[in-house]
């Protein structure tokens, strides 16, 4: 599949968005910067880092290699990164070296990473910024031209409607866990009736994102997933890939093998049948990569090593 032929969502302030977009979460030094190279090789448009990952320098210098080798201009290009729990204080500042970092004068759309602030350099919840003052500070970096579009990130119902009720400008996009294991439609449902989009992370439950007190389940193992696989004559990542669209999410993924990026990028040239899609969201609801909650002191966080 190539760049021009990928599929993109129209997003609520006219910005068309790359349906298919690289995951960065883990990659580290030059394999970073490589994997992003490659990405925009292969095809890729929309790319996806944070603060937090502690690699947009790597994705920056990845974006700007590929933009001197001459594969990409940059308004072809849809970068997004996010804003840090303990950043919302100064989403200025934030931004501003996040796009130092990316060598950027801009980013294609920036998120709230989480619907909670911290007191600088802590994990101690900062009661004296809320969603609403955070939301306002990320229109003005619209309003700045620091981002072209702003969104968050693992936002439920309730501090969306927040958001909707006392907004200028709209959250484009919502970034949470889906999977056919959580396929997240009630959340999907919400969002689309107001005109919001969700992207999808974690949508191959890798097992390298899956913490040690909750079993790991091989998704792509599923007796459903490799039928489908073998019917429609795709890898079982695939399958479960192809589904995100076939629902109307977005969706990142991360890989640094080069064949694998063709293969999780390659998921336009087929489709699943209304039925099996139906039978791939109807899985018992279980949510595998983010059973803990930021918006709750670190003490109660369940990931903790004890």
Known sequence: MSASTQPFLTLNNGLKFPQVGLGTWKGIGTECEDMVYNAI?????????A????????VGAGVARAIK????????????TKLWNDDQHDVEGALKASLSRLNLDYVDLYLVH???AWKKGTTLVDESIGNLETWKSMERMVEMKL???IGVSNFNEAELQDIFDNCTIKPVVNQVEIHPYFNNFKL?????????YLTAYSALMPESTSYK?????????????VALAEKYEKSPQQILLRWQLEVGNSVITKSSKVERMHQNFDIINFKIDPEDVKKLSSFPPKRYRNPHDFRMPVEQWFFKDE
């Open 188 to 196: 999907q449902r919400f969002c689309h009736d107001n005109q919001v």
């Open 114 to 116: 989480w619907p909670v």
């Open 213 to 225: 007190f909750i079993p790991w389940v091989d998704m792509a193992a599923d007796p459903l997933v």
């Open 41 to 49: 090789k292969v095809g890729y448009r929309h790319i996806d880092t």
């Open 147 to 149: 981002a072209k579009s």
């Open 69 to 80: 080798d001459g594969l990409v201009t940059r308004d072809e290009l849809f970068i997004v």
């Open 51 to 58: 603060r937090i990952y502690n690699n947009e320098d790597q």
